[in-house]
């Protein structure tokens, strides 16, 4: 697979970059992220793995720099110990130094004084400054065992030339005590100062080292833990950034890609380099996207086809119109011309007719009715279907419609013993529709309802609701089963393949009457339940506008 498109391309096609998209479009395409990006995306691990392996590295982190915090707190416990101890090597100089200015004032007290027991405050400052010698030489360094030498090996001559001192002021001798004091103990004193001296002046500079490399050190150390902090965060920064992108812009490639397919481009490809689960969701989506291909070339060949098919369909339905409304015409000619000259022979126009011939000749007459009927509802369908059909708008009482209706088929209603009743609301107004169609229409309910009612009640009823009237047709009769209430209405169909068998009837009816309706701008519908009866209603507008409606 190729890289990883830039972010920008990849971009939500409905909402703008916003600044971070353009940022991280620059450092995936300018920078050497792109590639640890595309290097990180193209590692064989799970999502879970490459998070789980991130955040590790985070924790790795965290413990070098727990570690370097804990060896900086050495190093600088290191250099405190040490700037003590330099501390306390000072101190302990200059305590020498004023334990051998007490001993020389000690000297000179009991010269003065002339008092030999002066000299046991001496003897106790030079011990003091034996001790707090031996302290400062146990840490002193080679090259300092001869200043420390030189230091004891005048001190004894010191002690020496106090005990004759004591021995000389003892006897009386104070005169002979100052010259011994002043010729042989003082220099050996001022020496020993010089090199006291020398000892505190090392040690000072000593602490002022110290001090200086405690300073130095902790100035390396917030340096160090400056830059590895620093750093850490841009290591983990980055490396937010390499695994975020590393997931973002297959994702972002999905989105694009699911929304020209959305689009209805079913030929596009998703392109990420991931091998990981993401790599797994782009090749299952290439894969829909091939199948959708090819589904919808074999669904546009299908539709390309079926419209073929439509219109030679369309064709045959005209052709079969055409064919229907001539027929019906010249089927309707001869058959009139038999009901008239069967009228005329009923009727006595060429004789009296014997009983053996009327009865055959009424039961010519009545099929020939039957089958006039039934050429006229094919003529209607198939002026319809052919779009020929024309309504002649003019105004008319409903009340009228209504009865003629009532007068038409209520000796039917009276031969099964069925109760025909009408409902007329009161000051209906005029209509402005096709009486001839809404009568034919009633006719057809009211005939089916009293066709399918063995014992009962029929009622026809027509009110005003708003804008439209309300026709309604109900029986006591078989009723319709639920699954076939909503193909009455279709051509050449009846509730039950039994019931034509039964009742006669070619189902054209039902069909007619719900065009008849439909182009008058009006709805029809029926409730129903099976062997209790059924209620047929319809609408018709109280204004149907136009003089021809096809």
Not at 51 to 67: I, K, S
Not at 347 to 366: A, N, W
Not at 486 to 492: A, C, G, K, P, T
């Amino acid at each position: 697979m190729s890289e990883f498109p830039s972010s920008a391309s990849t971009a939500d096609p409905e909402l703008p970059p916003g600044p971070g998209d353009r940022l991280a479009a620059v450092l995936l395409a300018r920078s050497p992220l792109g590639a640890v990006v595309r290097w990180v995306a193209g590692i064989r691990a799970s999502v879970h793995a490459k998070l789980l392996g991130a955040f590790l590295l985070v924790v790795v982190l965290f413990f070098a720099m727990g570690g370097l915090w804990a060896d900086t707190i050495v190093r600088m416990s290191r250099h405190d110990d040490r700037l003590h101890e330099a501390h306390r090597r000072v101190d302990w100089s200059r305590q020498i130094q004023h334990a051998l200015a007490m001993q020389l004032n000690s000297t000179g007290a009991a010269l003065m004084l002339r008092d030999e027991t002066a000299i046991a405050s001496v003897l106790r400052e030079n011990n003091r400054f034996n001790s707090l010698l031996a302290d400062l030489e146990k840490t002193a360094v080679e090259h300092e065992r001869s200043t420390f030498l030189n230091i004891r090996t005048a001190q004894e001559v010191v002690m020496a030339t106090v005990a004759d001192v004591a021995n000389l002021i003892r006897d009386g001798r104070v005169e002979d005590a100052t010259a011994l004091q002043r010729t042989q103990a003082y220099p050996v004193y001022q020496e020993i100062e010089r090199l006291v001296q020398y000892l505190a002046a090392v040690e000072t500079t000593r602490m002022d080292r110290a001090r200086e490399d405690v300073a130095a050190a902790n100035r390396r150390a917030l340096v160090l833990v400056g830059t590895f902090l620093t750093g850490s965060v841009v290591l983990a920064l980055l490396l937010g950034f390499v695994i975020s992108w590393s997931f973002i812009l297959p994702v972002r490639e999905a989105h694009t890609f699911l929304s020209r397919v959305a689009k209805g481009d079913f030929g596009s490809t998703i392109r990420v380099v991931n091998r990981d689960e993401f790599g797994a969701l782009a090749h299952r989506m290439n894969q829909m996207s091939r199948e959708l291909e090819s589904l919808y070339d074999e669904q546009r060949r299908a539709a390309t086809e079926l419209r073929q098919l439509n219109e030679r369909l369309a064709d045959a339905s005209k052709a079969k119109s055409d064919f229907l409304a001539s027929m019906s015409h010249e089927l309707r000619t001869p058959m009139n011309a038999i009901l008239g000259f069967t009228e005329l022979l009923l009727d006595g126009t060429y004789g009296e007719l014997t009983d053996p011939l009327r009865e055959p000749l009424e039961d010519i007459r009545t099929n020939g009715r039957h089958l006039l009927r039934l050429i006229n509802e094919v003529l209607d369908l198939s002026k319809i279907e052919a779009g020929r059909m024309e309504l002649a708008i003019s105004d008319y009482a409903a009340a009228d419609v209504v009865s003629v209706v009532h007068a038409s088929l209520r000796g039917l209603a009276e031969e099964k013993g069925l109760d025909f009743a009408i409902a007329v609301e009161e000051d209906l107004p005029l209509v402005a529709g096709d009486s001839k169609r809404i009568t034919q229409c009633l006719m057809n309910l009211v005939g089916n309802a009293v066709k399918f009612t063995a014992a009962g009640r029929v009622t026809m009823a027509v009110a005003r609701r708003d804008d439209m009237l309300l026709y309604r047709v109900s029986d006591t009769g078989i009723g319709i089963p639920a699954d076939q209430r909503e193909r009455i209405f279709d051509e050449f169909r009846q509730a039950d393949v039994t019931v034509s068998g039964e009742f006669g009837g070619t189902g054209l009816g039902l069909s007619i009457t719900k065009k008849f309706v439909e182009l008058h701008g009006g709805r029809i519908w029926v409730e129903s339940e099976q062997d209790k009866g059924s209620t047929f209603f319809f609408t018709i507008p109280l204004r149907v506008d136009g003089r021809a409606t096809t």
